[in-house]
């Protein structure tokens, strides 16, 4: 008994600790308080000569933004340190500039500054009038900070990034890109993952008395606001570098090869892009599955690459110690509960009880309960931006050893307690197998596999739902008051 209830203490001191340790690890800092001001403050601060940055070392930029106040903050600091490094790593031709609003912590500004190369340049939020649409993403909301780009008056031209682009190679050549230029992956819509544009203090003023006034904006972000700003772009010719290397004027359409949307590559598996280098991937889809995260391989295949140019730039030495501190973590789970073999305390009850049946059934949620959080838990615990490979594998062995607790304590069969576990598994080989010709043959792949898992893990839920019953019965975890309850038979099998 006093085993039981050491190892129940020391699961739930070492639970509390991963968390407060992943939240520590992965914030670094307090959360900042948002920061937004009136557009009338922004423009003095610019008026004059503009965003001046330290000492300009390049004619030309590649710059891209960072702002605070959303639950993902860490995770894109750790994106544009990757597309910084990326940049530099290609010995580009050009200072690498972040647009920082006032709330980034002064920690991520120096690493940027000191460890990356890249040179800070921090702005005060501009406000956003679209806030109050209807269709409006609160995500969205500090997005036209972006808009700051054309006070870089230190640069002849600015390539404006989001940070998550994936560099294949070098790019100067749209520095000789006109005033402003875009690629439009929608066949109407420019996309601002990437664009060319020419700075100047009397642009940004007027954009932002455009925003004043109420500017059209269809989603209430950067992209409506600048394809409601440039309306004529998509009438524009198709930029081709001059081999001379002078630099063109007006508005032009960039090539597709400097956007290339992911989801282009997931139909076929391989680029086809008609027009243009293929120089740059970007990631339009849902954030939750952007390329950082560990989880997006090998859902999206591509999120590999994307780690690879992190493990060759960055490393992942932040998030290894508490990679490892959970590895020993869930070792011990494995063998504390392989070698205890705890169960649960027996719960007396007296014959004529009427809360017998509440009792019982609540025994059974909890343990399916933990079943579930056995598989879920886990996602909440790796740090996020730490490579797939290591993240599935930190995963499988947290989950097996969660798993083991319901299978010791609570008596249940082991297999189809791990039946999600071998699907999972599967899973996993499924989707990187890397010789599937096409994208949809990779889907119905997929599809087929899951089609197959479904009724073995239905199967496994009825054999638990019914040994619960069967333990219940046998009053093996309720024996009557005063008796000493049936020695259970039941063994682990592993």
Request: hydrophobic share 45%.
């Given at each position: 008994m006093d ?10 001191v070492?639970t509390v600790l991963?968390i407060k340790?992943?939240a520590?690890?992965?914030r670094?800092l307090?959360?900042?308080q948002?920061t937004?001001?009136?557009t ?6 610019v008026?004059?000569r503009g965003?001046?940055?330290?000492r300009?070392d ?8 960072m ?8 995770e894109f ?9 990326s940049?530099r790593s ?5 200072d690498?500039v ?14 940027l500054e ?7 340049v921090r ?14 993403n ?12 054309w006070a ?8 404006m990034l989001?940070?998550?682009n994936l ?10 890109c006109?005033?402003f230029c875009a690629?439009?992956i929608?066949?109407?819509?420019f996309?601002?993952g990437?664009?060319v ?5 009397e642009v ?5 008395h ?5 500017r ?11 394809v409601?700003?440039?309306?004529d772009l998509?009438?524009?010719p ?6 001379n290397?002078?630099?063109?004027s007006?508005h032009l359409r960039?090539?597709l090869g400097y956007q290339m949307d992911a ?16 120089s740059?991937i970007?990631?339009?889809g ?5 390329p950082?995260?560990?989880?997006s ?16 730039t960055?490393?992942?030495s932040a ?14 789970i494995?063998v504390?509960t392989?070698l ?13 009880d009427r809360n ?12 399916l309960l933990?079943?579930?959080a056995?598989y879920?838990f886990?996602?909440?615990t790796?740090p996020?931006?730490?490579h797939p490979?290591?993240?599935w594998?930190?995963?499988l ?8 607790i319901p299978?010791n304590?609570l ?5 189809p ?5 071998f699907?999972?598994?599967?899973t996993?080989?499924?989707m990187?197998f890397?010789?599937y010709?096409d994208g949809?043959v990779r889907a119905?792949s997929?599809f087929?596999y899951?089609?197959?898992?479904a009724?073995?893990v ?11 019953q069967v333990?219940i ?6 024996p ?8 259970s038979g ?5």
């Open positions: 085993l039981q209830r050491g190892l129940m203490l020391l699961c739930c070492l991963v340790t992943t520590y690890r992965e670094q307090l959360q900042p948002e937004a001001i009136d009338e403050n922004a423009l003095v601060a008026q004059d965003l001046k940055t330290r300009p390049h004619k030309n930029a590649y710059a891209t933004m702002y605070m106040g959303t639950p993902r903050d860490y600091y750790v994106a544009t340190r990757v597309l910084i490094r940049l290609l010995h580009v031709d050009a690498l972040v647009i920082a609003s006032l709330d980034v912590p002064l920690r991520w500004v120096q690493t000191a460890e990356d190369g890249a040179k800070v702005v005060e939020n501009l406000d956003n009038p679209y806030r109050k649409q209807t269709n409006f609160s995500r969205f909301k500090l997005t036209l900070n972006k808009l700051y780009a870089l008056s230190d640069y002849d031209r600015v390539v989001h940070a998550d560099f294949l190679k070098k790019t100067d050549e749209l520095f000789q006109g005033r690629v439009f929608n066949p109407c819509i996309h601002t990437l664009f544009l020419q700075p100047s203090v940004f003023k007027d954009m932002v455009e925003l004043q006034v109420g059209e904006n269809r989603d209430g972000a950067d992209q409506g606001f600048l409601s700003y440039f309306s998509l009438d524009q198709l930029f081709r570098p001059p081999s290397g002078s630099v063109l007006g960039l090539p989801s282009y590559f997931y139909l076929k598996l391989r680029w086809n892009i008609p027009c243009g280098p293929n740059v970007t990631f339009p849902a954030v939750w599955l952007k950082w995260y560990w989880w391989w090998p859902v999206l295949p591509l999120g590999l690459s994307w780690h690879e140019q992190r493990r060759a960055l490393g992942y998030e290894m110690t508490l990679v490892i501190i959970q590895a020993v973590f869930y070792l011990g494995i504390v392989r205890a073999r705890p169960t649960i305390t027996k719960l007396c009850y007296r014959r004529s017998l049946t509440t009792i019982q059934a609540g025994f059974k949620f909890i343990a933990s079943v579930v056995a879920v886990p996602f909440f790796i996020h931006t730490i490979l290591i993240g594998f930190l995963y062995m947290a989950s097996f050893a969660l798993s083991s299978i304590t008596l249940l069969p082991t297999l307690v791990l039946t999600p576990w699907g999972i598994f599967g996993l080989l499924v990187a890397p010789w010709p949809v119905l997929v087929g899951a089609f197959c898992c009724p073995f239905w199967v496994a839920f009825l054999k638990i739902t019914s040994h619960l333990l019965e046998k009053e093996v975890l309720f009557r008051l005063g008796e000493s309850g049936t020695t039941f063994s682990k099998l592993y």
